[in-house]
């Protein structure tokens, strides 16, 4: 599988971090040792929203510094669904598919 730009933008990427391939491995790595999903489902399941857009907002700021494109922007719909009372089941489900897919992407940067 190849590294789709839709989903990670190592260009961006590197220039956010100074351009060191290294580096950015290691954040990629880092982020794929961490379950992001699992507290925010636990949050919502809970009914906590603040807890809940707190975990969201992390997950978003981490995928935008890692150029990770596609989970940012469902990040932050999910996020904004959230605060805003509105529904977000389809975000919810939206959210782990694209985090899915990215992570299996994030071996592939190179």
């Known amino acids: 599988?190849?590294?789709?730009?839709e989903y990670?933008?190592?260009?961006?990427a590197l220039h956010r971090i100074g351009g060191s391939m290294?580096?950015?491995k290691k954040l990629l790595n880092s982020f794929t040792g961490t379950d992001y999903v699992a507290p925010i489902e636990e949050a919502l399941n809970a009914g906590t929203m603040e807890?809940?857009?707190?975990?969201?907002?992390?997950?978003?700021?981490?995928?935008?510094?890692l150029s990770l494109i596609k989970l940012a922007a469902i990040?932050?719909?999910?996020?904004?669904?959230?605060?805003?009372?509105?529904?977000?089941?389809?975000?919810?489900?939206e959210l782990k598919s694209i985090y899915l897919?990215?992570?299996?992407?994030?071996?592939?940067?190179?």
């Open 1 to 5: 599988m190849a590294v789709s730009e």
């Open 8 to 12: 990670i933008n190592i260009k961006e």
């Open 22 to 24: 290294d580096l950015y």
């Open 51 to 65: 807890n809940a857009s707190h975990q969201i907002h992390t997950l978003k700021g981490v995928a935008a510094n």
């Open 75 to 93: 990040a932050g719909d999910l996020e904004h669904k959230v605060k805003n009372g509105v529904d977000h089941t389809d975000a919810l489900q």
């Open 101 to 110: 897919t990215t992570s299996e992407q994030i071996p592939e940067v190179s």
